[in-house]
């Protein structure tokens, strides 16, 4: 059986005299958009692309390059000038570069122009993907998407954990042309959303890979790119370093007949000659030396990264209780709230930002006076690859037992410089902290989920040879968070596995070893 007309006057479709068709009617239709991913063919042309330096020279339509005057983006980043022209020119690309903006644009910009080649509306649903690990990377993806997209008649749009599913539902019914996703809410639409069409996607990029099996989403996404059509589609993988991770998801997702790998030098590596300092102190003094630090210096501009929204939301409301003004980015926040709050401190001069870990990875950081790493970084190669993302003097807080994560520095060829916060310069608010949280409920609340938060993160560390929660004194953690005795909090002590509820066997749960089941 041969496919409709596409023309108007076409009423009836042609079936050849003497043969019987089994094919089954779609359900839907919908136009399928066949054109060839490859949007630069002639050979003059993916020459002069080869040695472009400048979005100018990429040869891009003028909706596009306007976008990217109007963004001031005009000199190729070096992870633009090898991802671009290989994605243009209708390659697939492996890449291992810093994450931030210029990241992000080095595949959105030719995903803009697979759109335009393709002609896509929105019936077509969805012709450009990007998986990312989190709401904070999604927000900003999104918002640099739709300065991108401004003069065209294509759509864009984001779904994530959080928002409403709903409405999230609804947009992917009308057409979304160009989708920023997270794993989890992704699949479900996937599953759920009869009007979500994503077959026709022409470019696929997957944001930060090795986050994904840090956060524990890579099940997540295997499950989903084996859904989406490698049949005529562009994919990028984009990873921080070089993993197993990174090249595991490369191989599910990329076409290995024409795979090309990019690495840029790493920020970090070419800052690596720059001394990381960090300061030893015992758990029930860190809270007394940051309160001190950001008092010395509260003419600075300093960002504090912890580990964990509650451990910001705590450190924030009793630092400005104290009168140590600090502002704070974290999950737990309004997106325009963490958008507002991130472009003031981006504007001002002077002051401090307390903010996750977890935002970080989404935001272009600006130049300070000071970087603090208050808690235990989540990983060491991480942590390593990530200090090109911080523009300022390097500071971090290791406890007496974790002395050994500085050797591990070391040993990469990164000089270390330790400094010393002289005992009698710290500012003593232990009393009035313990009052305080003793007082004032919300504090107090904040305080226990802030303690809670810090040994689980501590209890879970994938380097358990370093952060080793058996050698914790609680005692001394608990005085950090104001309280003269560790309150009773329940803490995990193995990594939950996401379950399928839909796959949930059936029949009653097998009684836990040791544990006798009630008659």
Same mark, same amino acid.
């Given at each position: 059986?041969?496919?409709?007309?596409?023309?108007?006057?076409?009423?009836?479709?042609?079936?050849?005299? /003497?043969?019987?068709?089994?094919?089954?009617?779609?359900?839907?239709?919908?136009?399928?958009?066949?054109?060839?991913?490859?949007?630069?063919?002639?050979?003059?042309?993916?020459?002069?692309?080869? !040695?472009?330096?400048?979005?100018?020279?990429?040869?891009?339509?003028?909706?596009?390059?306007?976008?990217?005057?109007?963004?001031?983006?005009?000199?190729?980043?070096?992870?633009?000038?090898?991802?671009?022209? +290989?994605?243009?020119?209708?390659?697939?690309?492996?890449?291992?570069?810093?994450?931030?903006?210029?990241?992000?644009?080095?595949?959105?910009?030719?995903?803009?122009?697979?759109?335009?080649?393709?002609?896509?509306?929105?019936?077509?649903?969805?012709?450009?993907?990007?998986?990312?690990?989190?709401?904070? &990377?999604?927000?900003e993806m999104s918002k640099i998407a739709?300065?991108?997209?401004?003069?065209?008649?294509?759509?864009?749009?984001?779904?994530?954990? /959080?928002?409403?599913?709903?409405?999230?539902?609804?947009?992917?019914?009308?057409?979304?042309?160009?989708?920023?996703?997270?794993?989890?809410?992704?699949?479900?639409?996937?599953?759920?959303?009869?009007?979500?069409?994503?077959?026709?996607?022409?470019?696929?990029?997957?944001?930060?890979?090795?986050?994904?099996?840090?956060?524990?989403?890579?099940?997540?996404?295997?499950?989903?790119?084996?859904?989406?059509?490698?049949?005529?589609?562009?994919?990028?993988?984009?990873?921080?370093?070089?993993?197993?991770?990174?090249?595991?998801?490369?191989?599910?997702?990329?076409?290995?007949?024409?795979?090309?790998?990019?690495?840029?030098?790493?920020?970090?590596?070419?800052?690596? $000659?720059?001394?990381?300092?960090?300061?030893?102190?015992?758990?029930?003094?860190?809270?007394?030396?940051?309160?001190?630090?950001?008092?010395?210096?509260?003419?600075?501009?300093?960002?504090?990264?912890?580990?964990?929204?509650?451990?910001?939301?705590?450190?924030?409301?009793?630092?400005?209780?104290?009168?140590?003004?600090?502002?704070?980015?974290?999950?737990?926040?309004?997106?325009?709230?963490? +958008?507002?709050?991130?472009?003031?401190?981006?504007?001002?001069?002077?002051?401090?930002?307390?903010? &996750?870990?977890?935002?970080?990875?989404?935001?272009?950081?600006?130049?300070?006076?000071?970087?603090?790493?208050?808690?235990?970084?989540?990983?060491?190669?991480?942590?390593?690859?990530?200090?090109?993302?911080?523009?300022?003097?390097a500071v971090l807080f290791v406890q007496?037992?974790?002395?050994?994560?500085?050797?591990?520095?070391?040993? &990469?060829?990164i000089v270390t410089e330790e400094f010393?916060?002289?005992?009698?310069?710290?500012?003593?608010?232990? $009393?009035?902290?313990?009052?305080?949280?003793?007082?004032?409920?919300?504090?107090?609340?904040?305080?226990?989920?802030?303690?809670?938060?810090?040994?689980?993160?501590?209890?879970?560390?994938?380097?358990?040879?370093?952060?080793?929660?058996?050698?914790?004194?609680?005692?001394? !953690?608990?005085?950090?968070?104001?309280?003269?005795?560790?309150?009773?909090?329940?803490?995990?002590?193995?990594?939950?596995?996401?379950?399928?509820?839909?796959?949930?066997?059936?029949?009653?749960? $097998?009684?836990?070893?040791?544990?006798?089941?009630?008659?």
């Open positions: 059986m041969s496919k409709p007309s596409d023309s108007a006057g076409s009423k009836k479709r042609k079936i050849d005299s /003497g043969k019987t068709s089994t094919t089954k009617k779609p359900r839907t239709v919908q136009k399928k958009v066949e054109a060839p991913t490859t949007i630069v063919t002639d050979d003059a042309t993916k020459a002069a692309l080869s !040695v472009a330096t400048t979005f100018a020279e990429l040869n891009l339509s003028e909706p596009l390059q306007k976008s990217l005057n109007g963004q001031d983006a005009t000199i190729l980043a070096p992870i633009q000038r090898q991802a671009i022209p +290989a994605l243009l020119t209708g390659q697939d690309v492996v890449a291992v570069s810093d994450s931030g903006r210029d990241a992000m644009l080095s595949f959105l910009v030719p995903a803009v122009a697979i759109l335009e080649k393709h002609k896509f509306s929105s019936r077509h649903g969805t012709g450009a993907l990007v998986i990312v690990p989190s709401r904070e &990377t999604a927000i739709s300065e991108l997209l401004e003069g065209t008649t294509h759509s864009s749009g984001m779904i994530m954990d /959080g928002a409403n599913k709903s409405t999230e539902a609804e947009k992917l019914e009308r057409g979304i042309n160009l989708l920023i996703a997270t794993p989890d809410r992704l699949l479900a639409h996937i599953k759920e959303t009869i009007g979500f069409t994503f077959k026709n996607t022409k470019a696929l990029c997957i944001y930060d890979a090795g986050a994904f099996a840090t956060l524990g989403l890579e099940k997540t996404l295997r499950d989903i790119l084996p859904r989406l059509s490698k049949k005529q589609r562009l994919t990028m993988v984009l990873g921080t370093s070089q993993s197993d991770e990174l090249n595991s998801i490369a191989q599910l997702a990329c076409r290995a007949s024409a795979l090309k790998e990019c690495t840029e030098v790493s920020a970090a590596i070419e800052e690596s $000659k720059e001394p990381q300092g960090y300061v030893t102190v015992d758990a029930d003094k860190r809270f007394l030396l940051l309160n001190s630090f950001l008092k010395k210096f509260q003419q600075k501009k300093i960002i504090v990264v912890m580990s964990s929204t509650a451990s910001v939301q705590y450190h924030a409301e009793a630092l400005n209780r104290l009168n140590t003004p600090v502002s704070e980015v974290h999950g737990g926040q309004n997106a325009k709230i963490r +958008a507002a709050t991130f472009a003031r401190f981006v504007k001002e001069t002077e002051g401090t930002l307390i903010i &996750t870990d977890e935002a970080t990875r989404s935001l272009e950081m600006p130049t300070v006076d000071w970087v603090i790493q208050y808690d235990p970084p989540r990983s060491i190669k991480d942590f390593i690859q990530r200090r090109g993302a911080f523009k300022g003097r007496p037992s974790e002395i050994a994560f500085v050797e591990e520095l070391k040993k &990469t060829g010393d916060f002289p005992k009698k310069a710290l500012i003593n608010v232990q $009393k009035q902290l313990e009052k305080l949280v003793k007082t004032v409920y919300e504090l107090h609340c904040t305080a226990k989920d802030g303690f809670r938060s810090f040994l689980q993160e501590y209890n879970l560390h994938p380097d358990s040879q370093i952060f080793d929660a058996t050698t914790l004194d609680v005692t001394k !953690v608990a005085k950090t968070f104001g309280f003269d005795m560790p309150p009773r909090v329940d803490v995990r002590t193995v990594v939950e596995e996401k379950v399928d509820k839909a796959a949930r066997p059936y029949g009653p749960a $097998k009684a836990s070893e040791g544990v006798r089941r009630k008659a």
